[in-house]
């Protein structure tokens, strides 16, 4: 995924979405700027690529709208996001005029994957503790790879899809993305009113 995502990847502005242990940077070496955006600390404070982050936001909602990104890739996040419409609607106006959102996540809900995880980590676990992994799984993963690309194409007019080792959703573990052209007035529309729904709730 983290050679996919990085592939042909500009070398201008970067923004990392759930950056982790800023294990990603080692692939964009001549980038001009590399932002990240990550609010667990304990994951990247110590990380010898700390010095390459140009700035480090806990959510995505402290970034103002001046930062234009050439590119906003995100590895193995989008999967995890309970907010996930917010999160690519705002990606898409941050992104400067021929940007790219590029994202790499397993193919959840695809039968390749389902088998590969239960017949892995899933027995193990099984075997370790005698429990079912697949309620970690379900609690972890919200999103599935098919919902994941049902929003990229309401908010992008462009959405490349690669999947790995097999080009078919449900014989690949693996499906990465490069989304263009985003449409900026469903974005807009979108994170007003979620922004409207967390003023009314008190947040």
């Avoid at 193919?107 to 970690?136: C, H, M, N, P, Q």
Wanted: a neutral charge; charged letters at 25%.
């Amino acid at each position: 995924m983290h050679r996919a995502v990085a592939r042909s990847a500009p070398h201008g502005r970067l923004l990392e979405i759930g950056a982790g242990n800023l294990n990603h940077l080692r692939y964009h070496r001549e980038v001009k700027a590399y932002d990240a955006v990550e609010p667990f600390r304990e994951l990247w404070e110590d990380s010898p690529h700390r010095e390459r982050i140009g700035r480090m936001y806990a959510d995505i909602t402290e970034i103002g709208e001046q930062p234009a990104y050439d590119c906003i890739l995100s590895i193995a996040v989008l999967e995890h996001l309970t907010d996930l419409p917010f999160i690519l609607a705002r990606s898409a106006l941050l992104l400067a005029e021929g940007g790219s959102f590029r994202a790499g996540f397993p193919s959840e809900g695809g039968f390749a994957w389902g088998i590969a995880w239960r017949v892995t980590t899933g027995l193990k676990y099984r075997w370790d503790r005698g429990l079912d992994y697949s309620a970690i799984m379900h609690h972890e993963h919200v999103n599935t790879a098919a919902e994941i690309l049902t929003l990229l194409e309401y908010f992008y007019g462009s959405v490349e899809v690669m999947r790995f080792p097999i080009p078919l959703a449900h014989l690949s573990f693996y499906t990465a993305v490069i989304a263009k052209a985003p449409r900026l007035d469903r974005c807009r529309a979108f994170c007003q009113s979620r922004l409207n729904e967390r003023k009314l709730a008190g947040e």
